[in-house]
């Protein structure tokens, strides 16, 4: 059941499904979530049984607000205080210390917890509400089957999981790809997932230097939306620069059938049976169009989907990882 989430009841229905340990879509910037009250340990096993996540991925929990923090973190590093100063709302996830006792089931039982606070106006209409209501925070991974394309409309998500879930309609995500996860639990920012965000600004937030989980000696967190093979739609995807993506197209020929393409350089095949679609210029609005572009390319019941390796450039780290974790699940 997809609902206007601008209208009232709306969002009354959505905390009354909430209040009740039932599931619901909601949307965010970046992607739709599926959510559940955070500190009800039994309605957040519905979000991994529901996904078939895994129960011991921790979830992110959505806050209304910088002052929410406090109830879910044990503690708040400088560092992350600036970046919340100067992120929130917007799509970036801080990894923090958990208090004890506090939302153990969303945060996968691990001690440490990831909270972002979202600008999407119904998110954050929903989030004030509910925490008038004793829902202080939502915990809402990306509304898709575990590892699968994430969901950017309110039609995606029912697409996944049928009608009788309540999804409250808040438009196409604005952003489309997940949001930039920091770690803040080892003594500086560690980007555990690129996003819109890229590292320069937030090292200019934070005023430390940011380190990537590569530069790191030490095994990673468990933190969402890191595996390495994720994102992915039924069809095989591959990046392919666009020399190879020519010589490809000239050896098949018009035999290209099954094929879907999508390139920021224009491309030409001898068979009427190839999708060609031309991929922006700009990395943000690669970013808005990624998880849709790839759910149509199923829809369309091709079997291998070649993309133009993005530009090696900060702006394109959040598109390329996702494409990258993508192409491992072939």
């Given at each position: 059941?997809?609902?206007?989430?601008?209208?009232?009841?709306?969002?009354?229905?959505?905390?009354?499904?909430?209040?009740?340990?039932?599931?619901?879509?909601?949307?965010?910037?970046?992607?739709?979530?599926?959510?559940?009250?955070?500190?009800?340990?039994?309605?957040?096993?519905?979000?991994?049984?529901?996904?078939?996540?895994?129960?011991?991925?921790?979830?992110?929990?959505?806050?209304?607000?910088?002052?929410?923090?406090?109830?879910?973190?044990?503690?708040?590093?400088?560092?992350?205080?600036?970046?919340?100063?100067?992120?929130?709302?917007?799509?970036?996830?801080?990894?923090?210390?958990?208090?004890?006792?506090?939302?153990?089931?969303?945060?996968?039982?691990?001690?440490?917890?990831g909270?972002?606070?979202?600008?999407?106006?119904?998110?954050?209409?929903?989030?004030?509400?509910?925490?008038?209501?004793?829902?202080?925070?939502?915990?809402?991974?990306?509304?898709?089957?575990?590892g699968?394309?994430?969901?950017?409309?309110?039609?995606?998500?029912?697409?996944?999981f049928?009608?009788?879930?309540?999804?409250?309609?808040?438009?196409?995500?604005?952003?489309?790809?997940?949001?930039?996860?920091?770690?803040?639990?080892?003594?500086?920012?560690?980007?555990?997932?690129?996003?819109?965000?890229?590292?320069?600004?937030?090292?200019?937030?934070?005023?430390?230097?940011?380190?990537?989980?590569?530069?790191?000696?030490?095994?990673?967190?468990?933190?969402?939306?890191?595996?390495?093979?994720?994102?992915?739609?039924?069809?095989?995807?591959?990046?392919?620069?666009?020399?190879e993506?020519?010589?490809?197209?000239?050896?098949?020929?018009?035999?290209a059938?099954?094929?879907?393409?999508?390139?920021?350089?224009?491309?030409?095949?001898?068979?009427?049976?190839?999708?060609?679609?031309?991929?922006?210029?700009?990395?943000?609005?690669?970013?808005?169009?990624?998880?849709?572009?790839?759910r149509?390319?199923?829809?369309?019941?091709?079997?291998?989907?070649?993309?133009?390796?993005?530009?090696?450039?900060?702006e394109?780290?959040?598109?390329?990882?996702?494409?990258?974790?993508?192409?491992?699940?072939?």
């Amino acid at each position: 059941m997809i609902l206007d989430g601008t209208q009232p009841s709306a969002i009354t229905a959505a905390l009354d499904a909430l209040a009740s340990g039932d599931l619901i879509g909601l949307p965010t910037e970046t992607v739709y979530g599926l959510a559940a009250d955070a500190c009800n340990a039994s309605a957040v096993a519905k979000i991994f049984s529901t996904k078939g996540r895994p129960a011991d991925h921790p979830l992110i929990v959505h806050v209304p607000d910088a002052h929410a923090v406090a109830r879910f973190a044990s503690e708040v590093p400088a560092f992350a205080q600036r970046l919340i100063d100067a992120f929130w709302p917007g799509p970036l996830t801080l990894i923090l210390p958990r208090r004890e006792g506090v939302a153990e089931a969303a945060a996968g039982g691990h001690p440490s917890i990831g909270l972002r606070c979202p600008s999407h106006p119904v998110a954050h209409e929903l989030l004030r509400a509910g925490a008038e209501r004793g829902i202080f925070g939502v915990a809402a991974p990306s509304a898709n089957r575990f590892g699968r394309v994430s969901p950017t409309t309110a039609a995606h998500v029912s697409s996944e999981f049928g009608d009788d879930l309540l999804v409250l309609d808040g438009g196409p995500c604005t952003i489309g790809i997940e949001s930039a996860i920091i770690d803040c639990t080892r003594g500086a920012p560690v980007v555990l997932r690129p996003g819109q965000l890229v590292r320069m600004d937030i090292e200019r937030a934070a005023g430390t230097k940011v380190v990537t989980k590569e530069e790191l000696a030490a095994p990673d967190p468990q933190a969402p939306g890191t595996l390495l093979a994720h994102y992915a739609p039924a069809a095989r995807v591959r990046m392919m620069e666009a020399k190879e993506l020519r010589a490809a197209l000239d050896l098949l020929g018009a035999d290209a059938a099954g094929i879907a393409i999508w390139s920021r350089t224009e491309l030409r095949s001898a068979s009427s049976r190839a999708i060609l679609r031309r991929m922006p210029l700009d990395a943000a609005a690669v970013a808005q169009q990624l998880f849709a572009v790839l759910r149509g390319f199923d829809d369309e019941g091709v079997k291998l989907i070649w993309i133009e390796t993005p530009p090696d450039n900060p702006e394109w780290d959040g598109v390329r990882d996702r494409l990258t974790r993508a192409a491992a699940s072939a």
